[in-house]
Structures are given as C-alpha cells and as structure tokens.
C-alpha cells in the first residue's frame, strides 16, 4: 500500500513539478543580482592542508547577523610557516584569534583577506590549530550567501555560498582544492526556532530558562568549503527511512515550514524512490551513515548543501536535480568553475532520467524537448566556461544544464549504456571525497569504452554550437538503401560534429534501427535492408543536439557504388564470413550494435575469420571511395 501511496503521489506533484521544472536554473538570475565579491584565486591559502573546523554560531534568524567562532586544524605543507591566511570578509569584525593560549595579531587585507602572524616558524608536516572568533554584518555575495527574511510572518536566516560566498560569513581556503575533511556545527538560536545543518543530528540542547537552544550537527566526510550551510527558523520536522536493495538503510531528515508540510510530505516520500535509484544506478548513496534530508529556505530554487539541501519547493524536478549532487557536486565536485557542468550537468540529466523512469516517456520526451529548445535557440555557446568571474555565466541555464546535460546523453549514445554507466562508477569511486576535472571523466570513460573522446570533447564541450542534418536517400532495384548525410554546424567554431546518426526506417510491417558512424560531411551509406523501405525518421528517440532536419528521397550523384554487389556469406555465421565485391585493400570495421568499434583493418583476402567473437549481431562497414558500405550479419 505505501508503493501504492507513492505513485499516487505522482501525479498529485506533477501540475507543481512542472511548475518548478527550471527553478534549479535560477542561480543564474540570482547571481547577477547580487554577485559583488571579489573572485580571484588565494594563492596565499595553498601552503597548508585543511582537516576540521569546530563552528560555534548565535544566529537570530530576526537579525541580519553573525557571532561566533571557528576552530581549524591544518596541516603545514612548507618549511619557515610563519603566518597563515584566510579568505574572510573585512567587513566583519575579528574578536580575537587564539593560537595554543595566546592571542595573536592579525590584518584585514584585500577586502577578503586575514592574514595571521605566528609566534614560530613551522616545519612541513606540523599539525596546528588556531580559533578566530568574530561577528558582524556579513555581505550579500555569491548567491545571496548570507540571507535574512522571512516566511508567512516568520523570520528566517540561511545561508548559500556557491560560488564564491563562504569567505563572506566564515574564515576559509575559498577555492575548489581543498575539502576539509570533517566537521561540527553548534547552533544557538532562539526558541522555538530549528537549525538545519550538514551531517548527522547529535543533540539539541536546551538553556535553563528555555529561551535559548543550541543544535550539534556532526559530519565526517570530506566536504567542499561552499557545501557548508546552516539554515534557522521555526522549522517543522520529520524522518523518513531509505531502504536500499542491499538492506541498508539511511534517514531522509526534512526541515519544513509549518505552512508546506502537507506539499513537503509528497515531494520528499517520491524523492524516495530517486533516492533509491540513484544509489542502485551509480554507487552506494556517499554519506549513508549520516542522512539525506532537506531544508526549506526562500530562495528561488535549490542549493545542494551536502547531506541536506535547500529547496523554495517540493516539485519533482527540483527534488531530484538537488539529491543527484549528492553523487555529481558533493561526493566528486568540480575542481574548477570552469568545468561546473560536472555538478550541474550530470544533475540535470539525473533529473530527466527520473522522469523516463518514474513519470513515464511523454515526460521524458518533454524534458528531451525543452533541452533542445533551450539549446538551439541560439546558434553559439560552449559548456566548457572561460570566464569564471562571470557568475552569471558559470550558471548560465542554456549551456551548464541543458547543453551539458545532453552532452551526457550523447556520450551514453555514443559509448553504450555499458561503457557509459560502468565509466561513471569507475569515476565516482575513484574521484570520490575530492575534485575532478573534465580531463579526469574523459579518462574514466575511455577506459570503459575503448574509445578516444578528444574530438567529442573538442566539438561539444570546448566548442559552440550544435549541428542541422540534411539526410537524403532512395532504396534502388536490388534492395540496396543508399543513404547520404550531409551536416551544417551552426557555429564556426566547430568545423564538423563526428557522431553516430540514429535513424529508423519503415516498411508496411518491419520497422529497423539504423546507427550510422558519420565522419565527414556528404557521407554515403550503403545498406541492405532485406525489405522495401517506405519512410525513413531521424533521431526518432532524440538522442543527438540538433536543429531541424530535412529527410527526402532526392538522392543522386552517388557513382557507381549502388551498383555493387557486396555480399557477405554464410550468414549466420560460427567462424568466417565470405566478402563478395570489395577490392583487396578496402578499410574495414566490425561494429556491434551499440556502435562500439570490435576489429578494423584492410581486407588482404575476400573473407574474415570472426571465431573469437562473442555471439551477437553485428554490423560489417566498408570504406569504398568516400562511402560506407554495411553489411549486417549474425554470429553464431
């Protein structure tokens, strides 16, 4: 009955879903709004290594202020250490800095920079610790970081520090090489008000008098200094239970405005199952031992702090594009701006996997849709981000969500689901706990593949724009289909899109899937179907970024390749298969149906021994001139 209950709140979600479909975008917006810090690399933070921060915080979510302290643990990482920094805002205003029971000077440079003085010289491998006490004010930067408002009457105070926004309210290494390894987060607010924070629940203790409590929140995994949040305000709250197929278990922890828990009770029970999903389609959920949980906050959108994330709403998309940066963001995170579609790409393509998944195929061929839309609106635009002091455009809803969520749906065409998911496993328990850049998922994936992505990378991540196919064919009085694809980038900066074409033919009673390696422009194809094709459809499962295309039968000037034979027998075959019509010399490659490359060569006789092959349906190509000439055949 509970499964039951699950489903039917599907469909009760989905007029809200659609309504928060793009609400994770909305970093973007925010970001213009209300980017003023600087963001420039600290080169001075690279001389020591991060462990564990202790943070002792009063927040009053009725005033825009910050009192505590942090307590660091560092290791030195060079000789003569006789200082230590720190990104940290000038604005606020340092109490005092104790280092082994001594107070320490200290100067405020450079709008966002502490620098300390130690009493001694350290040496390289020297573990220290140091507590810089502080309040204030802090500014608006990153996202909003540091937020003071109010939710049906009632005061709220979060915080959201992507990209750049956690020097704004609390002293750290604010680049993406660095996680600190554990922490504690202590919390003193008012009653009745409720802290939300990273990591596991350890107590909430209550003053004498009752007018005051202190939350302890406790997380031992390796997290990235923007992924630390807390979030006060007179939250209601409740556990769920995630049971995975391996039996284990993990609470879903949802801190809610009093006003949304009817709404927030649907979204985070269907969340469940993306829950479940996630952990069974890539790897175990990161942080199973602490929890997975949420906290309502009033920004337009979601954030997805590590273990809970904050979200405006409980629509299905917003839930499952948050929780998928548990794996894509948190676990491995992007080792550069740059490369944010790392994070966000993976997100949002986890986000429509859901909808195929769960809501059903017009869902997901709507999200499929509004990705290419979105993308091809404009005929310029790269994944890859080159100037990441433009927080607008490390954002940017076009390219590091949608064109970088197809980006992956066009690798899993392109490699295979097998390739494709066991790379992305491979990748994520390797690069787990630290960062990774592009050059690291390429090599994980070509591993699993087989194949070089470098031309891949080159067209769709560093360059811009998308391609229109023109795709002419007719079918001759042997049977032969000949097929010629012709391909217009609609940018410059990509010169051709090397891809495998997916394209569907028809007859009155056979429908046949075709993939079609396209290498150059003007490429001809040479098939034999075993039926009279009637009608031909491109990309019939929108698997490729592209703009409309024109499909006709006016195909002429092909030469006199139509007029082969090419045959291949016996078929099926156990061991050799017999070519009739190919000169001794013609290139050759063995493909399976996935598209994954299996031998290549040139033929020295007019047979291939094919024995050593797995049992299977394969696809025999031919370089004949500026052609492909395929043969399908069975190995036995």
């Known amino acids: 009955m509970k499964n039951l209950a699950i489903l039917m709140s599907f469909f009760l979600l989905h007029s809200l879903s659609a309504q928060s479909d793009h609400a994770y975008c909305n970093k973007a917006e925010w970001a213009k709004r209300h980017l003023n810090t600087d963001v420039r690399t600290s080169a001075y933070t690279n001389n020591y290594d ?37 990104d940290f805002s000038t ?109 596991k629940l350890m107590s909430v203790t209550i003053n004498a008098d009752s007018t005051m409590s202190t939350t302890h929140w406790s997380h031992r995994h390796a997290i990235a200094p923007y992924l630390v949040a807390i979030a006060v305000t007179n939250y209601v709250d409740y556990t769920d239970t995630v049971t995975f197929d391996d039996g284990s278990t993990t609470p879903m922890v949802n801190y809610v405005y009093p006003e949304s828990l009817e709404s927030a009770i649907l979204g985070t029970t269907d969340n469940i199952l993306a829950l479940q999903y996630y952990d069974s389609l890539f790897v175990s959920y990161p942080f199973k031992n602490e929890k997975y949980g949420h906290a309502q906050f009033g920004w337009g959108g979601g954030m997805e702090h590590q273990t809970m994330s904050y979200v405006i709403n409980y629509g299905w998309s917003l839930l499952a594009h948050e929780l998928a940066h548990q794996w894509f963001g948190d676990y491995v995170t992007c080792g550069s701006w740059e490369d944010i579609w790392l994070n966000e790409g993976f997100a949002t393509y986890l986000e429509g996997l859901t909808r195929k998944r769960f809501l059903g195929e017009a869902s997901w061929r709507n999200w499929q849709l509004n990705k290419i839309n979105s993308v091809t609106g404009s005929p310029d635009g790269s994944v890859w981000v080159n100037d990441t002091t433009n927080v607008g455009r490390i954002f940017s809803g076009k390219l590091s969500y949608n064109k970088a969520s197809y980006l992956l749906h066009m690798l899993r065409w392109k490699l295979g689901d097998e390739a494709f998911f066991g790379g992305l496993r491979n990748y994520l328990n390797t690069m787990g706990h630290g960062y990774a850049r592009t050059s690291d998922l390429q090599e994980f994936l070509e591993d699993a593949s087989g194949q070089s992505l470098d031309e891949y990378l080159n067209d769709w991540f560093y360059g811009q724009g998308f391609p229109t196919y023109e795709i002419q064919w007719y079918q001759n009085e042997n049977g032969d289909l000949l097929i010629k694809i012709n391909q217009t980038p609609s940018n410059q900066s990509v010169d051709f899109f090397e891809m495998p074409v997916p394209l569907r033919i028809h007859s009155d009673a056979e429908t046949q899937d075709l993939r079609l390696e396209n290498t150059e422009n003007g490429q001809l194809y040479v098939l034999h179907p075993g039926f009279a094709v009637q009608s031909l459809e491109f990309d019939p499962e929108l698997w490729l970024m592209s703009l409309s295309t024109v499909v006709n039968t006016e195909l002429s000037g092909v030469g006199d390749v139509e007029k082969e034979g090419y045959k291949i027998f016996p078929n099926p075959t156990s061991s050799i298969i017999n070519i009739e019509g190919p000169e001794i010399g013609t290139p050759y490659t063995i493909t399976d149906v996935t598209g994954k490359l299996i031998k290549y060569g040139q033929l020295n006789v007019d047979k291939l021994n094919v024995e050593d092959m797995r049992s299977g349906t394969y696809f025999l190509n031919l370089q004949v001139n500026e052609s492909i000439i395929q043969r399908k055949f069975v190995k036995m």
């Open 50 to 86: 991060l462990h564990y921060y202790r943070f002792d915080w009063n927040i009053d979510p009725a005033v825009y202020a910050i009192q505590g302290s942090a307590l660091v643990k560092f290791t030195v990482l060079e000789d003569n250490f006789n200082e230590i920094n720190f």
């Open 91 to 199: 604005v606020l205003q340092i109490d005092s800095i104790t280092y082994h029971g001594e107070n320490l000077s200290y100067e405020q440079l450079d709008n966002y920079r502490l620098k300390i003085d130690l009493p001694l010289s350290l040496t390289s491998g020297t573990d220290d610790e140091i507590t810089i006490a502080y309040h204030g004010s802090p500014p608006s930067g990153g996202l909003g970081s540091f937020i003071q408002d109010n939710h049906a009457g009632t005061p709220v105070l979060w915080t959201l520090s992507e990209p750049y926004g956690a020097q704004d309210w609390w002293p750290c290494k604010n680049g993406l090489d660095d996680k600190i390894d554990s922490l504690d987060v202590y919390v003193t607010s008012p009653m009745p008000n409720k802290a939300a924070s990273n990591g």
